[in-house]
């Protein structure tokens, strides 16, 4: 199912009061997933060592595991099988990329990063090298995927973590994101930093499924929160895991030596 250009009322959640706010406060947490050195990821000018301090961070934290967050989530979903399906397809796409007929997600970001003239072990780095705030938000998503009530931990990996900036304006049609080759020859990496088009494959694969994945995400937590203690728990955890993010940006600008007043 494509889900860019369907708005709210097409996700086929039966609406009531409860899920109208819990997906409004939701989108007011995914509505601040944006870091102040965010514009000088997408500019360029960064050096080598840059977007590895960068990379490096992002692969660890969350991208190299994130098939085996999901998995967690899934062992404490109860009978409800097409949350289970979800979830077990969401699976199946970052672990081998059989939706997309690409690869692994975690070893297409490894091609991305060879195309821009890394070795891999320039990006996988031990713990002991990355920033603290880095290991403990990556702790802490470990824990809390797995963490009752199921509603709030897959909250937390499918709109929270696999989310962005844009859900809101997605939600509402007004936003669709590239696909395809135009995804491709428009990134940054590619734009600025000489990463060769067909190195870009996580692109091509994300612009395929992450669509659905988007409507999937939403469907399984609004269509599955009965009552407002969990509604509360979905929030209260996308809010940590908003705080421990900015925490975790904030330390990879620190190693990027990025300044918030040059960003300013
Ligand atoms: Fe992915």
Same mark, same amino acid.
């Given at each position: 199912?494509?889900?860019?250009?369907?708005?709210?009322?097409?996700?086929?959640?039966?609406?009531? $009061?409860?899920? !109208?706010? &819990?997906?409004?406060?939701? +989108?007011?947490?995914? @509505?601040?997933?944006?870091?102040? #050195?965010?514009?000088?990821?997408?500019?360029?000018?960064?050096?080598?060592?840059?977007?590895?301090?960068?990379?490096?961070?992002?692969?660890?934290?969350?991208?190299?595991?994130?098939?085996?967050?999901?998995?967690?989530?899934?062992?404490?979903?109860?009978?409800?099988?097409?949350?289970?399906?979800?979830?077990?397809?969401?699976?199946?796409?970052?672990?081998?990329?059989?939706?997309?007929?690409?690869?692994?997600?975690?070893?297409?970001?490894?091609?991305?990063?060879?195309?821009?003239?890394?070795?891999?072990?320039?990006?996988? $780095?031990?713990? !002991?090298? &990355?920033?603290?705030?880095? +290991?403990?938000?990556? @702790?802490?998503?470990?824990?809390? #995927?797995?963490?009752?009530?199921?509603?709030?931990?897959?909250?937390?990996?499918?709109?929270?973590?696999?989310?962005?900036?844009?859900?809101?304006?997605?939600?509402?049609?007004?936003?669709?994101?590239?696909?395809?080759?135009?995804?491709?020859?428009?990134?940054?990496?590619?734009?600025?930093?000489?990463?060769?088009?067909?190195?870009?494959?996580?692109?091509?694969?994300?612009?395929?499924?992450?669509?659905?994945?988007?409507?999937?995400?939403?469907?399984?937590?609004?269509?599955?929160?009965?009552?407002?203690?969990?509604?509360?728990?979905?929030?209260?955890?996308?809010?940590?895991?908003?705080?421990?993010?900015?925490?975790?940006?904030?330390?990879? #600008?620190?190693?990027?030596?990025?300044?918030?007043?040059?960003?300013?």
């Amino acid at each position: 199912m494509d889900f860019p250009g369907r708005g709210w009322h097409d996700l086929g959640v039966k609406s009531s $009061l409860l899920t !109208a706010d &819990l997906r409004e406060r939701l +989108l007011c947490v995914m @509505d601040q997933k944006n870091h102040w #050195a965010y514009p000088e990821l997408t500019r360029p000018g960064l050096s080598r060592g840059q977007l590895a301090a960068h990379f490096s961070h992002e692969y660890a934290v969350y991208v190299r595991d994130f098939p085996t967050l999901l998995a967690r989530a899934l062992g404490i979903v109860p009978d409800v099988p097409d949350v289970r399906r979800s979830l077990a397809e969401n699976i199946y796409e970052e672990q081998t990329g059989g939706l997309s007929r690409s690869g692994p997600h975690p070893e297409l970001f490894m091609v991305m990063m060879e195309g821009l003239g890394f070795a891999r072990e320039e990006i996988d $780095l031990p713990d !002991a090298r &990355l920033h603290p705030a880095a +290991l403990s938000y990556r @702790d802490w998503l470990r824990e809390s #995927a797995c963490e009752k009530p199921w509603q709030a931990a897959v909250a937390l990996l499918t709109i929270w973590v696999e989310g962005s900036v844009n859900e809101r304006a997605e939600l509402e049609g007004r936003f669709v994101r590239p696909r395809g080759e135009d995804a491709v020859v428009k990134h940054p990496l590619v734009v600025h930093y000489g990463c060769p088009p067909s190195a870009m494959r996580l692109t091509r694969a994300h612009g395929d499924v992450e669509g659905s994945h988007r409507g999937d995400a939403w469907r399984m937590v609004l269509g599955h929160v009965d009552d407002e203690a969990t509604a509360r728990a979905c929030v209260e955890t996308c809010q940590q895991g908003l705080a421990r993010w900015h925490r975790y940006r904030d330390g990879v #600008a620190e190693r990027m030596g990025l300044s918030r007043d040059r960003a300013a």
